[in-house]
């Protein structure tokens, strides 16, 4: 079964706008991952927030984790159509054990 | 670097025929793993492996064989192939680092299977 669940499915917003994503999971995590995935290309990955972490910042994204509603957050700001792609989050647990995806929500930016 | 590496990017099988899709990471990484990508799934989990000689099951395991005789390749051997194997496969290998906390994970571009 699947932990990591990522609201919207899909969402849609015009160049220059911000774009928030939600992760929501089920069981206690060490860590949370964000991955891009561009269309017919593997994943890249964005940002690793860990369990004892609030909100992480990497350029243009911005990650939160509650843990105590089990979700977190990616925010991309200022969005380019080259952010078009689909973002998953992942779930790690215990090392060497399972790192569970979501279904993950397919951004467009439109120009 | 090359990073982590794939071989096939695309394979047509017939049900009931084998075949190892291949994987290789120059990463030095202790930790590989397989996933299998189906649209509107997001990823699950195959086979992984924590080192040289030793692999584990993931969630989805029923059909696939792995090994791990080197530090370097992870491949995958499908065993006789069924239209449900019909997928797109992705390697992954992450160096564990400190602690026990799973870190971050590197993709190859992933294989295009279709079992017809």
């Known amino acids: 079964s699947q932990q990591g669940e990522e609201d919207p499915q899909a969402l849609s917003i015009q160049e220059g706008e911000n774009a928030t994503m939600n992760c929501s999971y089920k069981?206690?995590?060490?860590?949370l991952q964000w991955y891009r995935q561009n269309s017919g290309r593997g994943l890249v990955h964005l940002i690793l927030?860990?369990?004892?972490?609030r909100e992480k910042h990497s350029g243009r994204l911005r990650v939160t984790l509650d843990t105590s509603k089990k979700s977190s957050s990616l925010l991309i700001t200022a969005s380019r159509a080259a952010d078009t792609a689909s973002y998953f989050c992942a779930t790690g647990s215990n090392y060497g054990q399972n790192i569970v995806f979501g279904p993950g929500t397919r951004l467009s930016v439109l120009p | 670097n090359a990073g982590v590496t794939q071989t096939p990017k695309f394979q047509v099988l017939k049900t009931g025929q084998s075949m190892t899709l291949q994987c290789a990471q120059d990463?030095?990484?202790?930790?590989m793993s397989w996933y299998r990508q189906d649209p509107g799934m997001g990823l699950r989990l195959i086979h992984y492996s924590v080192g040289a000689g030793i692999t584990d099951q993931g969630e989805v395991p029923n059909g696939y064989n792995v090994s791990r005789s080197t530090t370097e390749d992870f491949p995958l051997r499908l065993l006789s192939a069924a239209p449900s194997q019909t997928s797109v496969y992705f390697c992954?290998?992450?160096?564990?680092?400190?602690?026990?906390?799973?870190?971050?994970?590197?993709f190859g571009p992933g294989t295009r299977l279709t079992v017809l």
């Open positions: 069981t206690s995590i060490n860590n």
């Open positions: 927030i860990r369990s004892n972490e």
């Open positions: 992954a290998s992450s160096y564990p680092g400190l602690g026990t906390s799973t870190d971050t994970q590197y």
């Open positions: 990463m030095n990484h202790e930790y």
